[in-house]
């Protein structure tokens, strides 16, 4: 036993080089899974059983309930006050279908060791305010919408939404787990917040609880932390959730409140995979059968409507579903759905899928599995996301971490499209009558969703919670920061390469960056499309390796005035030759009409986002257009130019051939490449030298040396207008002071700013996005932005009248921490190998020493109350040396333009 826990077993995981254990609390029967390893993005998760009980969606109610202040930080947002009071990357909370789980995020051991007790409070003592739990569901007169009543309103309001909870509570009639976890909402309205307390008292206990730590973990301090955090309280582990009865055939047609268009579908409940090559082969099979672009069913189920895009497959619940719908079905057409979809499966249990298509979806599924999570929280999250598809229903945890076992095992069935894998359609699929098939209508849109009323609702009141900055918690530190273990050398064909080792999680990264030195100004804008059409012919001819590609931009040296068109690549780690022998062919081979017209289409589609809903970033790329030449590149890829260039005149197959040939006839190409752990050093090596060899082949390709481009930054206008006919308003200025004049502790002040006061006092002037500053050390630039109707020129007289209030300012320690913690998060690479890869490759383009990023995280500690006078003392020349950019639509732009340019001749002499 080590502090208060028992180990119950442990596995080795090759990706990782990483011992697995899984303990339980001794005192209160809670189980821990750690997984101690060197990534730097420490995780920690919770999860917890939580039938729906019904559709009540209490475990939806007490998910936000848990996070919005506990018995020892009551009146308090949980996730806010970690994002802007610690040093956490990460924190949020999720309804599954019968589970409710809970993670943060954060760097290093000391502060993943802080989050632990602070986690454990919000769980087991929250504090289930009366008042928060009104917010969530509405008065009790009924005459609003609470939060989580407003956003299931959402989901029964759709039909595309709606059908799979549907077909679920079919499927589980009679169930405990039958219910919508989220809640109907007509019945949460009805719901008390005594019922919550109930639930929580029973459900919310240690002995219903998975802990789950990865990253660089302290396992001693780890279990000590969690052991002193869950009390003596005794219990005796939960029951884990059993699976449904089986029902025979159901047919179902039900209706949502609103929506346009019709969902039909067939459905199934396996039968429980508790074993980890099960739920990989039933991953596989939807894969094969239902992926909406390449899937069996879903091109047969294409002439019959328009595709869906919900998920195939959902292995959150006590029993796994697997279904396939169409849109756009009328009533009367649904047998037609239903025979299709049983004629294919019958004949795929009688003949089998060829073993190509199984083995595309075995590379496929996995690379999925393998890659983080969007929206933060490193690998550890992802892997947590796994470990509560087994743990909650009997599973064993560890099981579903060895990936590569149970893929070894799901890949030698595939070998063989007449076995085993044919043996799961007909058992799991064909022959299983525990199907419902269900067409979901659309509603009276015209009506209120749920009262039948005119949709005219009274809103519920603000947040009665006290506003004020979120405290500190534990005993962080903020001054984290390493390097990313590399290693720089040069190919046989004297191609420079940067190899990072990071817990890639059996992926392999390998970037290709190509100078644009050399290229004329005009061609610029068509880079992007050469780009694209190669991003688009790796992932094809490397479809079946799941491989995937895309481009971006990144600057040289600045003294060099170069930049780079990058392509990013990643694939399964077994498949990193493969896929480097296709970069090498792809890379300087030609590019058909069709593949530069699918191209120039997308590039076009992109840039047309830019000026419409993205607008600020548009505003963002003509502030920095006159900065530096990344600042320019921008401009020349982006801003109006490259949207005339590409909408009047379409390039075609020759002149993308001719940048291809210029920019890799000079033969500046640089290799980057990121794997895990130092025993794929020789792999990756080897994988180097061989794309090295093919692209340098090509350096001669051109002759003579190309002439300078003479492109870079220019000085832009001192006040411009951008017309476009965007939903949103930007205003926005940058600055630009004497090299050297901004430094990091800057950025501390900037982040005071955007997280507190400058938020706050755009929005109560009706700014439509908070405040935004932003000091960058870097290129040496202050700039502000918000997403505000500039026509309303009080936002530019605050960005005027910032600077001598800030020199007025007189922060106190805890606003200067809060600003240090909040820049720390910026300068430091996010945590997931493939973003700290791409950040050491910008360094190391750039020309940047390793340590850099240590240095300057180093200043940011030191910050005090003099830097916040001296970003104001800079900020008071903004009258006389900013660069102000503006959007407004075209009727409106010229009065725009007018009314701002007054207020910059106006502006009052201590703005000056």
């Known amino acids: 036993m080590e502090h208060g826990f028992s180990l119950l077993r442990s596995a080795h995981l090759s990706d990782d080089g990483a011992t697995a254990s899984l303990f339980r609390h001794v005192v209160t029967g809670a189980d821990v899974l750690v997984i101690p390893c060197g990534d730097e993005e420490c995780f920690l998760g919770a999860g917890l059983r939580t039938p729906p009980d019904q559709d009540l969606g209490i475990p939806h109610v007490l998910e936000h309930l848990v996070l919005a202040g506990s018995q020892a930080f009551p009146d308090l947002d949980l996730v806010g006050a970690l994002l802007f009071g610690s040093p956490a990357t990460f924190a949020n909370g999720a309804t599954r279908p019968d589970t409710t789980v809970y993670g943060v995020a954060a760097r290093g051991q000391r502060n993943h060791l802080a989050l632990i007790p602070i986690l454990v409070e919000a769980l087991y003592r929250p504090q289930l305010s009366a008042t928060v739990f009104e917010e969530l569901v509405g008065p009790p007169d009924g005459t609003g919408a609470g ?256 990936l590569d076992e149970a893929s070894a095992r799901v890949r030698a069935w595939c070998e063989d499209p007449g076995g085993h894998m044919r043996h799961l359609v007909r058992t799991w699929i064909s022959e299983n009558d525990h199907r419902v098939t269900l067409l979901t209508l659309p509603g009276d849109t015209s009506r209120d969703l749920h009262t039948g009323k005119d949709q005219r609702r009274k809103k519920v009141s603000g947040s009665t919670r006290r506003k004020r900055r979120p405290p500190f918690f534990g005993d962080f530190t903020l001054d984290h920061a390493s390097e990313v273990p590399q290693e720089v050398g040069m190919t046989a064909a004297g191609v420079p390469v940067q190899h990072c080792v990071l817990p890639t999680h059996g992926l392999v990264h390998i970037d290709v960056a190509v100078s644009l ?83 120039t289409e997308a590039q076009r589609a992109f840039l047309r986002g830019l000026r419409g809903p993205r607008i600020h970033r548009l505003v963002d790329t003509r502030l920095f257009s006159g900065i530096d030449v990344e ?32 920019i890799l006839g000079r033969g500046r190409v640089f290799l980057g490449l990121t794997t895990s752990w130092e025993e794929e050093t020789d792999q990756a090596r080897a994988t180097a030298e061989h794309l090295a060899g093919q692209l340098a082949g090509h350096r001669t390709e051109l002759v003579p040396e190309p002439p300078a481009s003479g492109w870079g930054p220019a000085e832009p206008s001192r006040l411009e207008v951008l017309e476009a006919p965007a939903p949103l308003h ?118 940047r020493p390793a340590t850099d990023i240590a240095r300057r995280v180093e200043r940011l500690v030191h910050t005090g109350p003099e830097h916040f006078t001296e970003v104001g003392v800079q900020l008071e020349r903004l009258a006389d040396q900013g660069t102000f950019v503006a959007h407004a639509a075209p009727d409106d732009a010229a009065e725009t333009e007018d009314r701002l340019r007054r207020v910059l001749e106006s502006a009052p002499e201590a703005a000056r």
């Open 147 to 402: 939060v989580v009543v407003s956003e299931m309103t959402g989901v029964f309001g759709s039909p595309d939404h709606l059908h799979p909870l549907e077909a679920r509570r079919q499927l589980l009639a009679g169930h405990p787990c039958s219910g919508v976890s989220g809640g109907d909402p007509d019945r949460l309205r009805k719901l008390a917040v005594g019922d919550v307390r109930a639930y929580h008292r029973v459900h919310y206990v240690p002995s219903n609880t998975l802990f789950f730590l990865y990253g660089d973990v302290d396992v001693t301090g780890a279990l000590s932390a969690l052991d002193a955090a869950l009390g003596d309280a005794p219990g005796s582990p939960a029951a884990a959730h059993t699976g449904p009865p089986v029902r025979g055939p159901v047919r179902a047609v039900t209706r949502a409140v609103a929506g346009s268009t019709s969902v039909a579908g067939v459905n199934w409940a396996l039968p429980p995979l508790t074993d980890a090559a099960n739920r990989f082969a039933a991953r596989v099979l939807a894969h094969a059968l239902a992926d909406p672009a390449c899937g069996l069913l879903s091109a047969r189920l294409a002439a019959l409507g328009s595709p869906s895009n919900r998920p195939a497959l959902e292995l959150h619940g006590c029993a796994p579903v697997f279904g396939v719908a169409v849109g756009d079905v009328t009533e009367d057409r649904l047998d037609t759905v239903e025979r299709t979809v049983t004629e294919v499966v019958a004949r795929v249990a009688d003949e089998g899928l060829p073993a190509g298509d199984l083995t595309r979806a075995c590379n496929r599924v996995e690379m999925a599995l393998r890659q983080p999570r969007a929206g933060g929280g490193g690998a550890g999250r992802a892997l947590f996301d796994r470990v509560m598809t087994a743990w909650p229903y009997g599973g064993d945890p560890l099981a579903e971490l060895r």
């Open 517 to 599: 030195a050399g290229l004329p100004a005009e061609l610029i804008a068509l880079v992007p499309v050469w780009a694209r059409a190669v991003s688009r012919a790796v992932e094809n001819e490397a479809a079946d390796l799941g491989a995937r590609a895309r481009h971006s931009f990144l600057p040289g040296r600045p003294r060099d005035g170069d930049a780079y068109v990058v392509l990013h690549t990643q694939c399964l780690r077994q498949h990193a030759e493969m896929l480097a022998v296709i970069l090498g062919r792809v890379i300087p081979g030609s590019v058909s009409a069709a593949e530069v017209k699918t191209a």
């Open 631 to 662: 600042g320019w590149l921008d401009e020349l890829v982006t801003g109006k130019s490259a949207w005339d260039r590409l909408t009047s005149a379409p390039p075609d197959a020759a002149q993308i051939a001719e940048i291809r040939g210029r």
């Open 730 to 847: 930007t205003v926005g200025c940058v600055l630009h002071p004497p090299r050297g004049t901004v430094t990091p502790e800057h950025q501390a002040v900037a982040s005071h700013l955007t997280g507190g006061w400058l938020m706050e006092h755009v929005r109560e002037r009706g700014g439509a996005y908070a405040g935004l500053m932003d000091a960058d050390d870097l290129r040496g630039t202050l700039r502000l932005l918000s997403l505000r109707d500039p026509r309303d020129a009080g936002t530019l007289r605050d960005f005027l009248r910032l600077g001598t209030e800030l020199v007025a300012l007189r922060p106190s320690k805890e606003d200067i921490r809060h600003a240090v913690l909040g820049a720390v998060k910026q300068i430091v690479p996010a945590g997931t190998a493939a973003e700290r890869g791409l950040a050491a490759r910008r360094e190391w383009l750039a020309g």
